[in-house]
């Protein structure tokens, strides 16, 4: 038994020893908060989508390529406007003149980590025709299923402060995605050293230090990494007093609750643990329960609102120690 599962505990210990290389790594060519890029790892190797929301010009793009390049997938980017169509995201049928035949041409987002740019500016058929792919993880064309990447990874952006003629995901859409984060401003010297030396370092492109299979390794070391009965319980707890709250309309799914789970897990394991903590938990409540909230009263899209909603619910509830 223990010739057996020495070399797997080995494995793991050296895939956690490049997952922390990668950290490092990406804290060099990306200035900003380290939870953040925790959060991302955690995000990938948990299988799930990203929604940044912020305002253009605080390295989004800088972050996910870079990302992308230290993990060792291939990456796309996808500039959303408000005439893109479904074909310009997910690719179609051309028809070659040689064969005489119809044969599929892939759009970009066969790809490993696609950075989908604005997507609050797209047309809702195309927003939908790309949410069902992402969910789906295939584009069906002629009655022929396309499978994507086993890697796909997608990190979408929106603009929070510039609405007009765009179409706001809708909740159930939203819903999709496990994390929704803002990477807000860097603090002052952080901006300094962008004005200094860090812009010639920002011009190289790192070195790969993770590859596909490694990847895909954290990704089944991520489904063992163990999950308390009571921490189950807790996570179970504080989705149904959402949908129980006066003040809000509609509350955490069950499909909430299975990402806070996953993406727990994906934490413990980038913090270099094999076992989820209480807090854990509360660390990543806001970062992945936040944007499934919709407050019964104010403004729509009111992340504020929904953030201390979220937190009088999390006071309220005894953590399991």
Known sequence: MESIEQPKQDELSGLLALLEQAQKSLSQHWLGDGFVIELLLASV?????????????????????SLAQILGLDFNRIQFTNDILPADILGGSIYNTSEAKFFFSPGPIFTDFLLADEINRAPTRSQSAFLQAMEEGYVAADGVNQPLS???????????????????????????????????????????????????????????????????????????????????????TLARATREDANIKLGISPRGSMHLASACKGYALVKGRQQVIAEDVQKLIPSVWNHRILPRHGRDNDSTQAHDLMQGIVASVPVPR
């Open 45 to 65: 190797i948990t299988r799930g989508h990203v929604l940044v929301v912020d305002v253009p010009g605080v390295g989004k793009t800088t972050l996910a390529k």
């Open 150 to 236: 086993k890697l796909f990874t997608v990190i979408a952006t929106q603009n929070p402060i510039d609405f007009d003629s765009t179409n706001p995901l809708p909740e159930a859409q939203l819903d999709r995605f496990l994390t929704s984060i803002s990477l807000g401003y860097p603090d002052m010297e952080a901006e300094l050293h962008l004005l200094g030396e860090y812009g010639e370092a920002a011009k190289r492109n790192p070195e790969p230090i993770l590859s596909k299979d490694s990847v895909t390794a954290l990704r089944s070391a991520c489904d063992d990494v163990h999950l308390h009965a009571d921490l189950a319980r807790y996570i179970v």
